[in-house]
Each structure stands twice: as C-alpha cells, then as structure tokens.
C-alpha cells in the first residue's frame, strides 16, 4: 500500500513538473522563418487576452508594413476606456526590431500612444503563428514568475477578415492557445466597425 502511494505521488509531481515545464516562456514556439512581407497589410483582432492595465477593448485593428530596409512598423487603432466612462477611438504606432535574425518571430515592439493619455513603451511582440492570408497568432509575456512562466502577459488572434475565421483554423488557434498555456483566457474582440 505504501509503495503504491509513493508511486501515485512520483506520477502527480511529474504531471505537475511536466505542466509547469510547458508554461515556460522560453519554450514557446514562434513561426519558422517569419517573413515580415507577407505579414504587412490589415489585420483585425478578433480575440485577445489582455495584460494588466489600460489595452484596447474592441474595433481592434493593425496595418503593418515594411520598409526599404527590412523594419517592420505598424499603426494600429482600437477603441479604449478612460476614466472608466469616457470611450475613444485610439490611435498607436509601433516600431519592431529582431534581437536574434536567426529567430525573426521574436522581436521587440517600441509603442506609443499617439495622444498624451495613452502609454508608451515596449514589449516582446512575438508571432507564435501565421499563415499570412487568414489568421496570425501574437504574443507578449511582460513579466516573468520564478519559474519561467509569464506573469503578465497579452495575446491577440488576427484574422484578415474583421467577420472571423473558418472552423479548421479555428482548430489551430485553439491549439496554439494551449501551446502558449493560455486556453480559456481570450475574450472576443467586437469589430463593429467603429473606429
């Protein structure tokens, strides 16, 4: 009876190791050979997961292009809450850099509000998965726990149609919210045009 005990606790912990182990931001993958030309265009955001503080609540969307020299930028435009009653459509506008061209997903997002109540700053913006012409996956981890696992963190699913995606990505995505130790997390994003 002991020995099964024992043997039932050595199983428990390594699930719980095994779970931890998969949550650590450094073990997520991102999109192989990420082609920043083929990201470039509109995006709209249909789902995301906010991190702590002020973000964009809907009518979410992004324009990405890329320059002569390869940098990537983007504005993007969302509708946002402040004081707690006043809605506004906000503009941002944001400059990418790639640390590490071996890995061209990960990179490094400078941002600014373009009006003096919104923020301005930086964060890993990570393209965990695209396609390019239906659906991109993004990921930012701004604090770390102990462990290696993200303790305030945002991701937002893109699609190129504001209406939404097919079922057999909408599979995919599911998965990669899973992948990223953030299944149940996202909140639909209202597109109504607004902004």
């Known amino acids: 009876m002991d020995f099964q005990m024992f043997a039932m606790v050595l199983v428990f912990l390594a699930c719980v190791e095994q779970s931890l182990a998969s949550c650590v931001v450094d073990s997520f993958t991102v999109k192989q050979d990420f082609d920043p030309k083929r990201y470039a265009g509109?995006?709209?955001?249909?789902?995301k997961k906010d991190p702590e503080g002020?973000?964009?609540q809907?009518?979410?969307?992004?324009?990405?292009?890329v320059g002569d020299d390869?940098?990537?930028?983007?504005s993007s435009r969302?509708?946002?809450?402040?004081?707690?009653f006043w809605v506004v459509c906000a503009d941002m506008a944001a400059q990418y850099s790639v640390p590490d061209p071996g890995t061209p997903g990960?990179?490094?997002m400078n941002y600014q509000g373009l009006a003096s109540y919104l923020s301005s700053g930086g964060d890993n913006y990570w393209v965990i998965d695209t396609d390019y012409d239906n659906y991109?996956?993004?990921?930012?981890c701004r604090t770390l726990k102990d462990d290696g696992s993200c303790d305030d963190g945002y991701a937002l699913i893109f699609s190129r149609n504001p209406r939404g995606l097919p079922p057999a990505i909408q599979r995919v995505v599911r998965q990669k919210q899973e992948e990223i130790c953030m299944a149940?997390?996202?909140?639909?994003?209202?597109?109504?045009g607004a902004c």
Do not use: C, H
Request: charged fraction near 10%.
């Open 70 to 74: 390869g940098a990537m930028v983007a």
């Open 54 to 56: 002020l973000f964009l």
């Open 184 to 192: 149940g997390q996202f909140q639909p994003v209202l597109q109504s």
């Open 58 to 65: 809907d009518n979410i969307s992004a324009e990405y292009t």
């Open 106 to 108: 990960k990179m490094f």
């Open 42 to 47: 509109k995006w709209y955001a249909l789902q």
């Open 136 to 140: 991109a996956i993004t990921y930012a």
């Open 78 to 84: 969302g509708r946002v809450t402040l004081f707690g």
